[in-house]
């Protein structure tokens, strides 16, 4: 059985982000698929006893630094370390800043699939330092990365442009969705809401301002945080102690719950404008979402033209929101669009097809590459590195 890594998300099974549902659902079709697999967890981010965890998966945690900027280098250091120890046949790498180490997987022999994410230099949560570490990991990988993946057409484009790699595109999926219950104490079709990581470039400062208008004829959801604590955390809680109108949930790991969320709500504000596709987007297209999203490449490229967009200010957002919510006719419409985006483009059968394939051709590709058939390895739930 080939054996592959992945290496640079926070675990499995885990629910932090695109990165980490990717791996959800990815891990599990990978051991359908004959491969023994191995996960890299970081300790505290991830329950042995999780109901959703697949034993089939190896996973093996080990030892970083838990600090903003310096997390992901440091997991990743020791996660390509303990991956050229085991001698694993292929690794997928997740992040540029994970490029540090792909010369060192090169030297073992290991070629690599690395998902290259959004352009994480630009966003405005990272600090001088950190946009140089992501600018440099880009360099590197695109240097050493033996095949890229690029979520999004635009940020192949990009990468052709910036650094003249080609690569495969493997979008996010998401998961259909039954008829859900609304969460109690809210009607179905007449709330807005917003779930993403409290940062600027998700625009969640200009929907703060924004909720306030809108929170005078409709209720607001807010899901989501800073992850670190934040000036913008602080601003939601006071809204929402100040507004019946406004509720702050934080960040919700219940997947039935958040898509019931979506499921109901009359207006759903998607902002991000950095990155290629977005989970959260896809996501809450599969759950039927009426999505009202910030005019970008990106989100226009996922939602198609049939797309409800708005600019990014606070007044654009609430006139945008209130048009959806106030009109059973467009919700409707975009209800429609969202499924049939989702159906057609983003499932998650689809998206791990093409992870199996690419990491396939990049075995048949390897001079190393003669079928390897090895024993089951026992799972290594625990293991620190």
Wanted: charged fraction near 20%; glycine fraction near 10%.
């Amino acid at each position: 059985m080939p054996h592959v890594a992945i290496i640079g998300t926070r675990g499995y099974p885990s629910y932090y982000g695109g990165f980490e549902t990717a791996v959800r659902k990815l891990a599990p079709y990978l051991a359908d698929q004959g491969w023994t697999v191995t996960v890299y967890s970081r300790e505290g981010a991830v329950r042995a006893d999780d109901p959703d965890l697949d034993r089939r998966v190896n996973v093996v945690y080990t030892r970083g630094l838990e600090k903003k900027s310096l997390s992901t280098l440091s997991y990743g250091y020791t996660a390509a370390r303990d991956a050229v120890k085991r001698g694993v046949d292929v690794a997928l790498v997740m992040n540029v800043a994970n490029g540090f180490f792909l010369p060192m997987l090169k030297r073992a022999g290991i070629p690599t699939l690395v998902n290259v994410d959004g352009i994480e230099w630009v966003r405005a949560k990272w600090g001088f330092l950190a946009r140089t570490m992501f600018k440099w990991g880009a360099t590197l990988t695109a240097r050493y990365g033996d095949q890229l993946v690029y979520d999004a057409r635009e940020i192949a484009r990009f990468w052709k442009e910036r650094f003249k790699r080609e690569g495969v595109f493997i979008p996010y999926g998401g998961d259909p969705v039954p008829t859900l219950p609304v969460e109690p104490g809210y009607v179905s079709g007449e709330y807005a809401l917003i779930v993403a990581r409290f940062v600027p470039e998700n625009t969640v400062p200009e929907f703060i301002e924004a909720a306030r208008d809108i929170a005078r004829t409709h209720k607001v959801i807010f899901v989501g945080s800073t992850g670190y604590g934040g000036e913008l955390d602080h601003q939601v809680r006071e809204l929402a102690n100040a507004n019946s109108n406004v509720a702050w949930l934080g960040h919700v790991a219940d997947d039935r719950r958040l898509f019931a969320l979506w499921q109901h709500a009359g207006a759903y504000f998607h902002g991000h404008s950095v990155g290629g596709t977005n989970p959260a987007l896809v996501q809450a297209m599969a759950a039927g979402a009426p999505v009202v999203a910030r005019d970008t490449l990106y989100n226009r490229e996922v939602l198609g033209t049939g797309g409800a967009f708005t600019g990014p200010t606070p007044t654009a957002i609430a006139e945008s929101m209130a048009a959806m919510l106030n009109s059973s006719e467009r919700q409707l419409r975009a209800r429609e669009v969202s499924l049939a985006r989702a159906q057609e483009d983003y499932r998650w059968s689809a998206v791990c097809n093409r992870y199996d394939a690419s990491l396939r051709a990049l075995l048949s590709a390897s001079a190393s590459l003669a079928p390897l058939e090895r024993p089951d390895e026992p799972s290594s739930i625990g293991r620190i590195r």
